[in-house]
C-alpha cells in the first residue's frame, strides 16, 4: 500500500513537476494521497512572530518554511496530544484515573515545535504536566492513557502514574516543582562528557522560576558550558497564583541573568520550531546554555481537581481559544495557502478519534499490575532481595 | 463555617473545620501570628484549610508565597513531601537555633500541612516526614487524628515558642467527629506530649498516631467480638513522645502493637520498641513487640499496589493475633 501511493504521489509530482523522490507521508494522511488529484501547495514560507533577545545579537529567522508533510505531521501531533487529554478528563470525572491529573491542552504547539526541532537522540525532562511531552518522545497513546489508569500495560507498568511516565532519552514526569532542573543540567553534563554532541532540552513552569535551585543550576551549566536548554513554560499561571503575584521580574527569558534568552509565541508550533532549532545551534556549536520562555496557555485549571475559574476569567479562557489555539492557526495556515483540504484534516481527525478511544478502552479493560510484582525495581543488577511487608511475618520478594 | 457551641451538647466537625477555625481563633487572639504559605490566602488553600481567612485577615496576616521550598520561612507547606527542599531551614535554622544561642534566640514557628499517603499521588507525593523531623532535637513533632486533637494540637502548637511541625493527614480533611462543647471554646488547647488512650482493653496495647489510630479502632472493634480486648493508644505527639502512657498500658496487657504509615527501618515504631525496652515496662511483656508499618518501598500509582504497601485493618487484626499467638 505504502509502495503504491509513493509511486502515485511520485508520479503526480513528475506530472506537475516538483519534488520527486521518497517522500514520507504520515500514518493518517496516508489514506488520502491516492484520493485528491489536485495539487497541493507543497510548501510555503511563513512569517513568524520575532523573538524577544535578552543578549543575544540575533535571533531565530522571521520566517520559517512547511512543508505539508511537517504541517500535517504537526497537525497529527498536536491533535493527538489535544484528544489525549481530553480524553484524560474524561476518564479522571469517571473516576477511571484517581490522584494528580495535570493537562496539557492549549499547550501543544511547545511539545510539538520543540520535538520538531530536535532529534530522539537528544534529551529531554519537564515537570509534572508531562503527558504531551511523553507522546512527543515517543510513546503510544494507549501506554500512556494506561499508565493514568494504573494498568499493567501502562509505560510506567501502572507504578509511576500521571507525573512518573519516562522513555529512552525522556526523564519524565517529576512531581516535585523544579527540581527537574538541576537533574536536566546533570544530564546535559553527561553529554558534554561523552562528547556525543547531544543536548538537553529542561523545562519548568512560570511558578518554579523563581526558586533556588533553578538560579544555582543556572550558574552550573553557563559556567561549565552545558549544552542545556532552559525552557520556561509560561502559561501566566503558578496553580493558582498569576505571575505578577509570584514574580518580581515575569520576563523570565531574562532571568538567566548572564545566560542568552528568547521569548517566544509558545502558541506558534512554527516560532517554537524555530527558536528551539536556534537554541540547540547554539548548544551544540559549544556555547553553552541558553534560556527560552515560551509564552502559552493552559485550558484546563491547574490540574482536575481545579476549576480554574476562581483565578481567572472564563473570558480570558475563551479569548484565547478563539484567537490563538495552536491547532487551529495551524490548520488554517494550512488551508488558506491550499497545503491540505479540509477533507483531510477531517480525515486526520477521524482516524485519531479512533486510536484514542481504541487506547482509552484498552487502559479500562487492562488488569492492574499483579500483586507479586509489588516490591520489584528498588535495585538496578542486583540478586533478588527481601522486602519487609506490613507485618514482620510477611517477607516479600523484589526482584530488579 | 463558624459553630456556635451554646446550648448544643455535640457537634460533627471536619478536621479541615476543625483546623480552620483554630488557626482564625488564634489569628484574632494574637496580631503577631501570620499564615504564609503556597495558594494559602487568594486560593483559600489548596486543601481548602485556610477558606476564608484571607477575606477576613487580608494581606499583612494571610500571605501567599512564590514557589520557593527554601526561602520561604514557611508556616503551611503545601504537602510534606515539599518540606524535604526546605528541611535544611526547619532543622538547622528553626531546630537548632536557641540551643546555639545559648536561650538568646527562640523560633516561635508552625510548619503545617498533609503528611503521608493520600490516595493515587504516586511516590514522590506520598512519604511520610514522622520519623525524620522526629529524629531532631528542638523540634516539637505532633500528629493529630481526629478534629478534637486538630483543634486543640494546632492551638498549643501556635502558642508554643518552639518551632513545631504539625503533620496533618490530607485523607482526614473531610471526616466528620463529634466535639464536645468544651473542645470548641476558644481556650481549649491540647498540652503537646500527651497521648490519649482512646478505647479501654487488657488483652494487648495498640499504639498509633494520625489516620491509623482510626484504623486500630476499627480492628478492635473486630477483635472484640472474638474477646479480645485491645486498649488503643493515640500518641498525638511524637516527639517528646509520652512513652509513661506507653509504658503503664504495657504493663497491664502485657503485649504491643504498633501501627504507622511510615516505612519500617528507623521508624516511629522501632523508636517505641527501644524506649519500651530501655524502662520498666519491658519486663512486662510476654511477647516481643510488633510493628505494623507501610511496605518498604516507594508508594507504587496503581489501586491495588498502593492499597497493598499500606497498613489495613485486616494487617493489624492478624498481626494482633501473632503477637498473643492465637
Same mark, same amino acid.
Given at each position: ?50 523573538? *524577544? ?17 511537517? =504541517? ?56 509534572? !504536566? ?15 492513557? %494506561? ?42 553534563? %553527561? ?13 519548568? =513552569? ?27 513554560? &509560561? ?6 497564583? %498569576?505571575?505578577? !503575584? ?8 531574562? !532571568?538567566? *541573568? ?6 517566544? *509565541? ?12 536556534? %537554541? ?20 484546563? =485549571? ?35 495557502? &491550499? ?36 516490591? *520489584? ?10 522486602? !519487609? =511487608? ?11 | ?65 512564590? @514557589? ?49 499517603? #493520600? ?11 514522622? /520519623? ?14 481526629? #478534629? ?25 480533611? +473531610? ?14 488547647? @491540647?498540652?503537646?506530649?500527651? /497521648? ?11 499504639? #498509633? ?39 503503664? #498500658? ?10 504507622? +504509615? ?11 520498641? /527501644? ?52
Amino acid at each position: 500500500m505504502k509502495t503504491m501511493l509513493s509511486i502515485i504521489s511520485n508520479a503526480l509530482c513528475r506530472m506537475t513537476g516538483r519534488n520527486v523522490g521518497p517522500q514520507t507521508v504520515p500514518e493518517a494522511a496516508r489514506v488520502v494521497v491516492a484520493r485528491s488529484f489536485t495539487d497541493f501547495t507543497p510548501q510555503v514560507t511563513f512569517d513568524i512572530k520575532k523573538c *524577544d533577545l535578552h543578549r543575544l545579537e540575533e535571533g531565530p529567522p522571521l520566517r520559517a518554511e512547511l512543508t505539508r508533510e511537517q =504541517g500535517l505531521q504537526y497537525y497529527h501531533t498536536m491533535q493527538t496530544v489535544r484528544r489525549m487529554e481530553l480524553k484524560a478528563d474524561q476518564l479522571y470525572k469517571q473516576k477511571i484515573i484517581r490522584g494528580f491529573c495535570h493537562l496539557y491542552d492549549g499547550q501543544e504547539a511547545c511539545a510539538a515545535g520543540i520535538e520538531a526541532a530536535i532529534n530522539l537522540s537528544d534529551h529531554l525532562i519537564t515537570a509534572y !504536566r508531562a503527558h504531551g511531552f511523553t507522546y512527543t518522545r515517543g510513546v503510544s497513546v494507549k501506554e500512556i492513557l %494506561a499508565e493514568l489508569t494504573g494498568r499493567k500495560g501502562g509505560v510506567a507498568k501502572g507504578k509511576g502514574g500521571s507525573m512518573h511516565m519516562y522513555a529512552p532519552h525522556f526523564y519524565g514526569g517529576n512531581g516535585i516543582v523544579g527540581a527537574q532542573v538541576p537533574v536536566g543540567a546533570g544530564i546535559a553534563l %553527561a553529554c558534554s562528557y561523552q562528547g556525543n554532541n547531544q543536548l538537553c532540552v529542561t523545562l519548568y =513552569g512560570d511558578g518554579a522560576a523563581n526558586q533556588g535551585q533553578i538560579f544555582e543550576t543556572f550558574n552550573m551549566a553557563a559556567l561549565w558550558k552545558l549544552p542545556c536548554i532552559f525552557i520556561c513554560e &509560561n502559561n501566566k499561571y503558578g496553580m493558582g497564583t %498569576a505571575v505578577e !503575584r509570584a514574580a518580581a521580574s515575569t520576563d523570565y527569558y531574562k !532571568r538567566g *541573568d548572564f545566560i542568552p534568552g528568547l521569548r517566544v *509565541d509558545g502558541m506558534d508550533v512554527l516560532c517554537v520550531r524555530e527558536a528551539t532549532r536556534f %537554541a540547540a545551534e547554539h548548544c551544540r556549536a559549544g556555547k553553552g546554555p541558553i534560556v527560552m520562555e515560551l509564552q502559552t496557555y493552559r485550558y484546563h =485549571g491547574h490540574s482536575m481537581s481545579d476549576p480554574g475559574v476562581s483565578y481567572r476569567t472564563r473570558e480570558e479562557i475563551q479569548e484565547v481559544r478563539s484567537k490563538s489555539d495552536p491547532i487551529s492557526m495551524l490548520k488554517e495556515r494550512m488551508l488558506a495557502n &491550499n497545503m491540505a483540504s479540509a477533507e483531510e484534516f477531517k480525515e486526520i481527525d477521524i482516524a485519531i478519534r479512533k486510536e484514542v478511544e481504541e487506547a482509552a478502552q484498552f487502559a479500562t479493560l487492562d488488569p492492574e499490575p499483579p500483586l507479586d510484582e509489588l516490591c *520489584d525495581h528498588i535495585f538496578h543488577n542486583e540478586p533478588p532481595l527481601e522486602v !519487609r =511487608g506490613t507485618n514482620p511475618w510477611s517477607k516479600l520478594k523484589s526482584v530488579s | 463555617r463558624r459553630f456556635h457551641g451554646s446550648g448544643s451538647a455535640a457537634v460533627q466537625v471536619t478536621v479541615r473545620d476543625a483546623l480552620n477555625q483554630a488557626m482564625d481563633e488564634e489569628l484574632e487572639r494574637d496580631e503577631r501570628v501570620f499564615l504564609m504559605g503556597e495558594e494559602v490566602a487568594q486560593y483559600d488553600g489548596a486543601y481548602k484549610v485556610s477558606r476564608g481567612l484571607w477575606k477576613k485577615y487580608g494581606d499583612k496576616r494571610i500571605i501567599d508565597t512564590p @514557589i520557593s521550598e527554601v526561602t520561604k520561612p514557611g508556616v503551611c507547606f503545601m504537602t510534606f513531601n515539599f518540606s524535604m527542599q526546605a528541611i535544611d531551614q526547619v532543622i538547622n535554622s528553626a531546630a537548632k537555633t536557641y540551643y546555639m544561642s545559648a536561650g538568646q534566640q527562640p523560633v516561635p514557628i508552625v510548619f503545617r500541612g498533609p503528611n503521608g499517603a #493520600s490516595a493515587g499521588v504516586a511516590a514522590q507525593h506520598s512519604q511520610c516526614f514522622a /520519623a525524620w523531623y522526629a529524629h531532631c532535637p528542638g523540634l516539637k513533632v505532633v500528629s493529630p487524628w481526629n #478534629s478534637e486533637d486538630a483543634r486543640g494540637l494546632l492551638k498549643s502548637a501556635i502558642r508554643d515558642d518552639n518551632p513545631v511541625v504539625f503533620l496533618e493527614n490530607e485523607l482526614m480533611y +473531610g471526616v466528620s467527629f463529634e466535639m464536645t462543647e468544651e473542645s470548641q471554646s476558644k481556650d481549649f488547647t @491540647i498540652p503537646i506530649g500527651e /497521648a490519649k488512650v482512646e478505647r479501654q482493653g487488657s488483652h494487648v496495647t495498640l499504639v #498509633s498516631h494520625s489516620r491509623y489510630v482510626g484504623h486500630c479502632l476499627d480492628a478492635a472493634a473486630v477483635l472484640a467480638k472474638e474477646g479480645i480486648e485491645c486498649e488503643v493508644i493515640n500518641l498525638r505527639t511524637i516527639r517528646p513522645m509520652d512513652v509513661e502512657s506507653i509504658e503503664a #498500658s504495657v504493663m497491664k496487657t502485657n503485649h504491643l502493637v504498633t501501627v504507622e +504509615g511510615g516505612w519500617p527501618q528507623f521508624g516511629v515504631g522501632a523508636e517505641i520498641c /527501644a524506649r519500651v525496652m530501655e524502662g520498666p515496662a519491658f519486663n512486662y511483656l510476654d511477647a516481643p513487640v510488633t510493628r505494623v508499618t507501610g511496605v518498604d518501598i516507594p508508594m507504587p500509582y496503581a489501586k491495588t499496589l498502593e492499597e497493598h504497601s499500606l497498613p489495613q485493618v485486616k494487617d493489624i487484626i492478624f498481626s494482633v493475633k501473632k503477637t498473643l499467638n492465637i
